[in-house]
């Protein structure tokens, strides 16, 4: 590092964690995406009052409704965020119907997220728990040192 923490580094990894964990919760993602495509529904509807569909709007073949289901199960069944993602998609196709399939596509990229912190939790709980035990074993090595040294004064 270029720098010595003034901290000790648990506690920055512990906060570092829960950052990231809040950062990435499930319902923080989904109110997140939720206000972008509200503002960008709102944008569209300002600049392109003339157009139909949006210009980005993914292609639709069997891999995206396959998409599309597994994004309804999860974020609208399984996920304690399902009451949130039927009420956040019902007012995209209400009021802004011409973004509601990037909403959709973004909710389904936000699934790697919510998977990737608990992968990035792990590895660093396991990444402070080697360092930790380094640093022990190199306190004892240093300790005994010192012990070897020490002249006796009897």
């Not at 003034?6 to 990231?20: G, L």
């Not at 157009?51 to 999860?74: H, K, M, V, Y």
């Not at 990444?127 to 002249?151: F, G, H, R």
Request: aromatic share 12%; proline share 4%.
């Amino acid at each position: 590092m270029n720098f010595v923490p003034t901290r000790p580094i648990e506690e920055i990894t512990e906060e570092y964690i829960q950052v990231f964990w809040n950062l990435y919760d499930p319902l923080t993602v989904l109110n997140r995406t939720f206000r972008h495509f509200l503002m960008l529904g709102e944008a569209q509807k300002k600049n392109y009052q003339n157009r139909s569909t949006s210009a980005g709007a993914p292609d639709i073949n069997w891999i995206t409704i396959r998409a599309f289901f597994i994004i309804l199960w999860r974020q609208g069944i399984v996920r304690k965020t399902r009451l949130r993602f039927w009420i956040n998609l019902a007012i995209i196709l209400w009021r802004y119907p011409a973004v509601a399939a990037n909403y959709v596509s973004v909710c389904a990229q936000a699934e790697h997220f919510l998977d990737f912190r608990q992968i990035v939790r792990q590895n660093i709980e396991a990444q402070l728990a080697a360092y930790l035990a380094a640093k022990q074993a190199q306190d004892e090595v240093a300790q005994t040192s010192l012990k070897s040294l020490a002249i006796p004064l009897s």
